[in-house]
Protein backbone atom coordinates (compact mmCIF):
# COMPACT_ATOMS: atom_id res chain seq x y z
CA UNK A 1 0.00 0.00 0.00
CA UNK A 2 2.62 2.79 1.00
CA UNK A 3 4.54 1.78 -2.50
CA UNK A 4 1.52 2.57 -4.21
CA UNK A 5 0.97 5.75 -2.47
CA UNK A 6 4.23 6.76 -3.36
CA UNK A 7 4.29 6.07 -7.09
CA UNK A 8 0.31 8.11 -6.96
CA UNK A 9 2.73 10.78 -5.68
CA UNK A 10 4.79 10.87 -8.19
CA UNK A 11 2.82 10.30 -10.75
CA UNK A 12 0.28 13.50 -8.83
CA UNK A 13 3.45 15.96 -9.01
CA UNK A 14 4.38 15.19 -11.97
CA UNK A 15 1.18 15.79 -13.95
CA UNK A 16 0.58 18.92 -11.78
CA UNK A 17 3.69 20.02 -12.91
CA UNK A 18 2.76 19.86 -16.80
CA UNK A 19 -0.53 21.47 -16.28
CA UNK A 20 1.41 24.32 -14.09
CA UNK A 21 3.33 24.93 -17.55
CA UNK A 22 0.41 24.60 -19.71
CA UNK A 23 -1.35 26.96 -17.52
CA UNK A 24 1.23 29.66 -16.81
CA UNK A 25 2.24 29.32 -21.01
CA UNK A 26 -1.09 30.22 -21.90
CA UNK A 27 -1.99 32.74 -19.13
CA UNK A 28 0.61 34.68 -20.20
CA UNK A 29 0.45 34.03 -23.71
CA UNK A 30 3.83 33.06 -24.27
CA UNK A 31 4.81 32.69 -28.32
CA UNK A 32 5.70 28.97 -29.30
CA UNK A 33 9.33 29.84 -30.68
CA UNK A 34 9.96 31.28 -27.05
CA UNK A 35 8.76 28.49 -24.65
CA UNK A 36 6.33 26.27 -26.21
CA UNK A 37 3.80 24.43 -23.71
CA UNK A 38 3.37 20.88 -23.37
CA UNK A 39 0.45 20.11 -25.68
CA UNK A 40 2.76 21.92 -28.46
CA UNK A 41 5.54 19.11 -27.44
CA UNK A 42 3.20 16.55 -27.49
CA UNK A 43 2.17 16.85 -30.92
CA UNK A 44 5.59 17.76 -31.93
CA UNK A 45 6.23 14.40 -30.43
CA UNK A 46 3.74 12.64 -31.73
CA UNK A 47 4.51 13.83 -35.41
CA UNK A 48 8.44 12.66 -35.15
CA UNK A 49 7.47 9.16 -34.42
CA UNK A 50 4.75 9.12 -36.49
CA UNK A 51 6.61 10.17 -39.03
CA UNK A 52 9.59 7.50 -38.48
CA UNK A 53 11.91 10.86 -38.28
CA UNK A 54 12.93 10.23 -34.13
CA UNK A 55 13.34 6.44 -34.74
CA UNK A 56 16.11 6.39 -37.14
CA UNK A 57 17.68 9.26 -35.55
CA UNK A 58 17.79 7.70 -32.37
CA UNK A 59 19.19 4.75 -33.55
CA UNK A 60 21.87 6.49 -34.43
CA UNK A 61 22.26 8.31 -31.20
CA UNK A 62 21.94 5.07 -29.15
CA UNK A 63 24.57 3.41 -31.45
CA UNK A 64 27.16 5.94 -31.15
CA UNK A 65 26.30 6.45 -27.10
CA UNK A 66 26.60 2.85 -26.64
CA UNK A 67 30.00 2.41 -28.57
CA UNK A 68 31.69 4.76 -27.45
CA UNK A 69 30.63 4.32 -23.90
CA UNK A 70 32.22 0.66 -24.40
CA UNK A 71 35.63 1.72 -26.01
CA UNK A 72 36.15 4.53 -23.79
CA UNK A 73 35.26 2.19 -20.62
CA UNK A 74 37.79 0.18 -21.86
CA UNK A 75 40.18 2.27 -22.67
CA UNK A 76 39.68 3.92 -19.24
CA UNK A 77 39.87 0.83 -17.35
CA UNK A 78 43.08 -0.41 -18.82
CA UNK A 79 44.88 2.74 -18.47
CA UNK A 80 43.45 3.57 -14.83
CA UNK A 81 44.79 -0.32 -14.03
CA UNK A 82 48.09 0.38 -15.64
CA UNK A 83 48.42 3.78 -13.78
CA UNK A 84 47.51 2.31 -10.63
CA UNK A 85 49.76 -0.93 -10.60
CA UNK A 86 53.07 0.87 -11.79
CA UNK A 87 54.63 3.50 -10.73
CA UNK A 88 55.99 4.83 -14.13
CA UNK A 89 53.65 4.56 -15.75
CA UNK A 90 51.85 7.33 -13.34
CA UNK A 91 54.48 9.30 -13.17
CA UNK A 92 55.70 9.49 -16.99
CA UNK A 93 52.08 9.20 -18.52
CA UNK A 94 49.16 10.17 -16.23
CA UNK A 95 50.08 14.29 -16.47
CA UNK A 96 49.86 13.83 -20.07
CA UNK A 97 46.54 12.42 -19.60
CA UNK A 98 45.45 14.89 -17.13
CA UNK A 99 46.48 17.73 -19.55
CA UNK A 100 44.19 15.96 -22.82
CA UNK A 101 41.50 15.47 -20.64
CA UNK A 102 41.72 19.45 -19.98
CA UNK A 103 41.25 20.29 -23.77
CA UNK A 104 37.14 20.95 -23.98
CA UNK A 105 36.17 18.68 -26.53
CA UNK A 106 34.01 20.74 -28.18
CA UNK A 107 37.41 22.05 -29.78
CA UNK A 108 39.13 18.45 -30.59
CA UNK A 109 35.35 17.55 -32.19
CA UNK A 110 36.00 19.29 -35.62
CA UNK A 111 39.70 17.90 -35.85
CA UNK A 112 38.32 14.58 -34.79
CA UNK A 113 35.61 15.05 -38.03
CA UNK A 114 38.27 16.28 -40.33
CA UNK A 115 40.51 13.06 -39.83
CA UNK A 116 37.84 10.10 -39.45
CA UNK A 117 35.12 12.53 -42.06
CA UNK A 118 31.46 12.49 -40.90
CA UNK A 119 30.75 8.79 -40.57
CA UNK A 120 29.79 6.83 -37.44
CA UNK A 121 34.07 6.56 -36.66
CA UNK A 122 34.63 10.10 -35.91
CA UNK A 123 30.96 10.04 -33.53
CA UNK A 124 32.01 7.32 -31.52
CA UNK A 125 35.57 8.39 -31.09
CA UNK A 126 34.62 11.70 -29.93
CA UNK A 127 31.75 10.10 -27.69
CA UNK A 128 34.77 7.98 -26.27
CA UNK A 129 37.43 10.63 -25.33
CA UNK A 130 34.04 11.70 -23.20
CA UNK A 131 33.61 8.68 -21.36
CA UNK A 132 36.45 7.17 -20.43
CA UNK A 133 37.94 9.74 -17.64
CA UNK A 134 35.72 8.87 -15.33
CA UNK A 135 36.19 5.22 -15.59
CA UNK A 136 40.29 6.26 -15.21
CA UNK A 137 40.11 7.87 -12.20
CA UNK A 138 37.65 5.83 -10.28
CA UNK A 139 39.56 2.55 -11.33
CA UNK A 140 42.94 4.08 -9.99
CA UNK A 141 41.27 5.41 -7.21
CA UNK A 142 39.42 1.52 -6.36
CA UNK A 143 42.71 -0.09 -6.92
CA UNK A 144 44.93 2.12 -4.44
CA UNK A 145 42.64 1.40 -1.94
CA UNK A 146 43.10 -2.07 -1.51
CA UNK A 147 44.11 -2.57 2.41
CA UNK A 148 48.02 -2.57 2.64
CA UNK A 149 47.79 -4.97 5.54
CA UNK A 150 45.97 -7.58 3.59
CA UNK A 151 48.49 -7.10 0.64
CA UNK A 152 51.26 -7.77 2.91
CA UNK A 153 49.05 -10.75 4.43
CA UNK A 154 49.16 -12.08 0.88
CA UNK A 155 52.23 -11.52 0.02
CA UNK A 156 53.53 -13.23 3.19
CA UNK A 157 51.21 -16.23 2.40
CA UNK A 158 53.57 -16.24 -1.45
CA UNK A 159 50.49 -14.93 -3.02
CA UNK A 160 51.78 -13.25 -6.65
CA UNK A 161 50.92 -10.17 -7.83
CA UNK A 162 48.76 -11.34 -10.46
CA UNK A 163 46.58 -13.21 -7.24
CA UNK A 164 46.71 -10.18 -5.46
CA UNK A 165 45.28 -8.86 -7.84
CA UNK A 166 42.03 -10.62 -9.01
CA UNK A 167 41.34 -11.86 -5.25
CA UNK A 168 41.65 -8.39 -3.66
CA UNK A 169 42.83 -5.36 -5.57
CA UNK A 170 39.64 -5.74 -8.56
CA UNK A 171 37.24 -6.55 -5.96
CA UNK A 172 37.99 -3.62 -3.61
CA UNK A 173 37.58 -1.69 -6.58
CA UNK A 174 34.03 -3.15 -8.41
CA UNK A 175 32.26 -0.21 -6.62
CA UNK A 176 34.67 2.55 -7.82
CA UNK A 177 34.71 0.83 -11.13
CA UNK A 178 30.96 0.48 -11.31
CA UNK A 179 30.56 4.60 -9.89
CA UNK A 180 32.57 5.07 -12.58
CA UNK A 181 30.18 3.40 -15.17
CA UNK A 182 27.57 5.08 -14.01
CA UNK A 183 29.29 8.74 -14.97
CA UNK A 184 30.96 7.55 -18.01
CA UNK A 185 27.51 6.44 -19.46
CA UNK A 186 25.60 10.05 -18.85
CA UNK A 187 29.01 11.71 -20.55
CA UNK A 188 28.32 9.08 -23.35
CA UNK A 189 25.43 10.28 -24.14
CA UNK A 190 26.53 13.91 -24.09
CA UNK A 191 29.74 13.47 -25.96
CA UNK A 192 27.57 11.86 -28.74
CA UNK A 193 24.95 14.69 -28.71
CA UNK A 194 27.95 17.20 -28.79
CA UNK A 195 29.52 15.52 -31.68
CA UNK A 196 26.92 15.30 -34.08
CA UNK A 197 26.46 19.32 -33.58
CA UNK A 198 29.75 19.50 -34.23
CA UNK A 199 29.50 17.24 -37.99
CA UNK A 200 27.22 14.18 -38.34
CA UNK A 201 24.83 12.88 -41.34
CA UNK A 202 22.35 11.69 -38.09
CA UNK A 203 21.22 11.86 -35.14
CA UNK A 204 18.81 13.52 -32.36
CA UNK A 205 21.92 15.89 -31.97
CA UNK A 206 22.19 17.07 -35.21
CA UNK A 207 18.16 16.63 -35.58
CA UNK A 208 18.59 19.48 -32.82
CA UNK A 209 20.51 21.68 -34.54
CA UNK A 210 18.36 21.24 -37.83
CA UNK A 211 15.09 22.39 -35.90
CA UNK A 212 17.01 25.21 -34.37
CA UNK A 213 17.21 26.81 -38.03
CA UNK A 214 14.12 25.98 -38.85
CA UNK A 215 12.87 27.70 -35.22
CA UNK A 216 11.22 24.47 -34.24
CA UNK A 217 11.22 25.37 -30.30
CA UNK A 218 8.25 22.55 -29.85
CA UNK A 219 10.92 19.52 -31.57
CA UNK A 220 13.57 20.95 -29.62
CA UNK A 221 11.83 20.19 -26.74
CA UNK A 222 10.28 16.86 -27.83
CA UNK A 223 14.05 15.66 -28.86
CA UNK A 224 15.29 17.03 -25.63
CA UNK A 225 12.23 14.87 -23.65
CA UNK A 226 13.68 11.87 -25.64
CA UNK A 227 17.23 12.62 -24.31
CA UNK A 228 16.50 12.70 -20.71
CA UNK A 229 14.40 9.64 -21.26
CA UNK A 230 16.89 7.98 -22.79
CA UNK A 231 19.42 8.75 -20.45
CA UNK A 232 17.31 7.65 -17.50
CA UNK A 233 17.24 4.25 -18.70
CA UNK A 234 20.79 3.94 -19.71
CA UNK A 235 21.49 4.58 -16.11
CA UNK A 236 19.00 2.05 -14.82
CA UNK A 237 20.62 -0.31 -17.13
CA UNK A 238 24.15 0.16 -15.76
CA UNK A 239 21.96 0.55 -12.05
CA UNK A 240 20.87 -3.25 -12.80
CA UNK A 241 24.65 -4.27 -13.61
CA UNK A 242 25.93 -2.95 -10.27
CA UNK A 243 22.88 -5.19 -8.19
CA UNK A 244 24.49 -8.08 -10.38
CA UNK A 245 27.67 -7.77 -9.99
CA UNK A 246 27.96 -5.92 -6.32
CA UNK A 247 25.29 -8.43 -4.63
CA UNK A 248 28.03 -8.80 -1.85
CA UNK A 249 29.10 -5.44 -1.01
CA UNK A 250 27.68 -3.98 1.82
CA UNK A 251 26.96 -0.48 0.39
CA UNK A 252 24.84 -1.89 -1.70
CA UNK A 253 22.80 -3.79 0.44
CA UNK A 254 22.08 -0.52 2.68
CA UNK A 255 21.20 1.05 -0.64
CA UNK A 256 18.34 -1.81 -1.42
CA UNK A 257 17.62 -1.32 2.15
CA UNK A 258 16.96 2.16 2.21
CA UNK A 259 15.00 2.17 -0.84
CA UNK A 260 12.94 -0.69 0.23
CA UNK A 261 12.14 1.51 3.09
CA UNK A 262 10.96 4.72 0.96
CA UNK A 263 8.66 1.92 -1.16
Known amino acids: MKRFWNVALTILL ?107 KSQVINTALVAFFPLLVNTMVGLKSADEDRMNLMRSLAASENQIFWMLRLPNALPFVMAGLDVAMIFALIGAIVAEFVGARAGLGMLIQSMNFNMDVSGQFSVLLILSIVGLLLNRCILLIRRRVLFWDPSEKE ?9
Not at 50 to 71: C, P, R
Not at 89 to 103: A, C, K, N, T
Not at 255 to 263: F, P, S
Open 255 to 263: RLERERIVL
Open 14 to 120: FCSSILAWELIVRAFEIPTFIFPAPSKVAMALWRGFASGLYQKHLYYTLLETVLGFLLGSALGFFLGTAVALNRYVEYFFYPYIVMFQSLPKVALAPLIVVWFGLGL
